[in-house]
């Protein structure tokens, strides 16, 4: 079974210092695995994901996420946070390997990303 | 110009009620989904559709019933609407099923009193 863990309920960082949203998950074949960011009252927008390639994936609003496969890690990175990018971001996997149309994206709990001016 | 867009927004009801909730997508996607979103922010897919045929059906109860008319559309009917209920669901949309990322409405917050 596919699972996402985000081990934290909230990072706080402040302005202009750079930021990580951890993510780590399990499946048994290739992860596909995608952030997600939502806005207070908003739906989710997609910010980028990992399918096979560079390790280094860069998305929408300067964010980018690292796939490392022996820590089975994709965490997400900022340089240089804004107080814009406060919202709750989502990491989701699927088992790539798996390509039945009923294999569906998991979410993880979410963390809340905070940016102090 | 909106993607995917729900009515209502919001949805305040008694319990035992029946409700729908629209969705309309103008992306030109194949695949639909019903997600729920409880009020720890956790987020659960309910149902999927690819080109209107059912194909994503999670442990819900059957008082939900997803329809999809066209491609375009997926509706969300609830039955006897319970407590429990009271949650925002999304619906969303991918351009088919896969590695697409998917395309998220604004959400429609259900609360039954």
């Known amino acids: 079974a596919q699972s996402v863990a985000q081990p934290e309920d909230q990072v706080n960082v402040a302005e202009g210092n750079p930021l990580t949203v951890k993510c780590t998950y399990s499946v048994s074949g290739n992860p596909y695995l995608f952030w997600y960011v939502q806005y207070p009252n908003r739906g989710l927008q997609f910010l980028l994901k990992?399918?096979?390639?560079?390790?280094l994936v860069k998305g929408s609003y300067g964010f980018e996420a690292e796939f490392n496969k022996s820590q089975t890690s994709f965490h997400l990175k900022k340089p240089s946070a804004l107080v814009s990018d406060s919202a709750l971001y989502f990491c989701?996997?699927?088992?790539?390997?798996?390509?039945?149309?009923?294999?569906?994206?998991?979410f993880g709990t979410g963390t809340l990303l905070a940016v102090q001016p | 110009d909106t993607a995917v867009s729900q009515t209502p927004k919001y949805l305040v009801t008694q319990m035992g009620n029946d409700k729908s909730i629209k969705c309309e997508q103008n992306l030109g996607h194949d695949t639909m989904y019903w997600y729920k979103q409880d009020s720890k922010k956790f987020l659960k897919i309910m149902f999927s559709?690819?080109?209107?045929?059912?194909?994503i059906n999670e442990t819900v109860p059957n008082r939900f019933s997803p329809k999809s008319p066209d491609k375009a559309h997926l509706n969300l009917h609830i039955n006897s609407l319970e407590l429990g209920d009271s949650a925002v669901y999304f619906c969303?949309?991918?351009?088919?099923?896969?590695?697409?990322?998917?395309?998220f409405g604004p959400g429609t917050r259900l609360t039954v009193t």
């Open positions: 559709y690819n080109n209107k045929e059912l194909i």
């Open positions: 990992y399918i096979t390639g560079d390790n």
């Open positions: 969303a949309s991918s351009l088919r099923t896969g590695a697409a990322e998917q395309y």
């Open positions: 989701a996997v699927r088992d790539g390997s798996y390509g039945g149309a009923t294999n569906k994206l998991i």
